[in-house]
């Protein structure tokens, strides 16, 4: 065990908490091997799942423009059924239903709860892994609770960029989840970015452009749709997952890595749709005529790994 872990299992002791990790780098899982289907299928493991309807408190952690909040706002509004045009966001959270009914569950419907936002940094910016568990209990400490905890651009994490662009992680015993997801585009766009700015390996093709016109922004749309994912559907490191000792599961978005259309493969994102006007990509039309680009989920019904294009 080498000193960072102990200190972080320190840590967590001292807390009294158990705190499960899982981590995300869609951009570098693609680009260090050549993408292979998934498995058959991701195995249920009879633990509990994020079921019914699932308020989100969400901590801005640094600064953020109005403009970057309401992108992801609306991308959490937009997970429900609305009267937007097709395909739709929450046509691609139809997927994650389909675990749901498979374990014979309700329907999971997202809900945006309130916004706390902490531009000062109030605990520095500088933090390890357990400060942002940390985080997540000053925003909702209640029971049941789950947070979104999004760092500026010039915030560094634990991890970030190294191995992981974000983590979901939960306190089993408060039955409480918490997603994590930084803004890379100072620090390592070329990892935490992609599609939308080129990679630091593999193949050298063009990025995509934004659909909200923000690379960091957009780049954080996508981990946090395919961390919502995995939160939703392995909340506790007990629901569907797919691993081996010693080697990050594959969940519902992250058994995709680099997938947003078909006929995807390393270095191309697949066919999608382009903005007329930006000449943007995207697959996903939100509310308020926003549009995103959304990774693809694992359909546990056909195996496959399902886009909304």
Partial sequence: MGFSQFAERAALL?????LSFTDLCLCARTLNSLYQPPPISLTYHNGALLEGDLPVSVLWYGE????????VSDFLVSLNPQKEQKPSVSQWWNTIQIYMKKAGMKETRVVLSNQISDENCSIGKILKKPQI????????????ASTL???AKDVAVEGFCMSSCGFHGSDTKLKSVFIW????????PGQCACPFHQPIYGPQTAPLGAPNGDVGLDGMIVNIASLLAGTVTNPFGNGYFLGSEGAPPLEAASACPGVYGKGAYPGYAG?????SVSGASYN?????GRKYLLPAVFDPSTSQCSTVV
Wanted: glycine share 6%.
């Fill in 64 to 71: 953020f423009s109005p403009a970057q909040k309401s992108v």
């Fill in 14 to 18: 001292l807390l009294l908490v158990h």
């Fill in 271 to 275: 066919e999608l749709l382009v903005d």
């Fill in 149 to 151: 905890v999004l760092t």
């Fill in 133 to 144: 568990s940390e985080l997540a209990r000053r925003v909702n400490s209640k029971p049941g």
């Fill in 181 to 188: 997801v930084g803004n890379s585009v100072t620090q390592c």
């Fill in 284 to 288: 996903a039309h939100g509310v308020s």
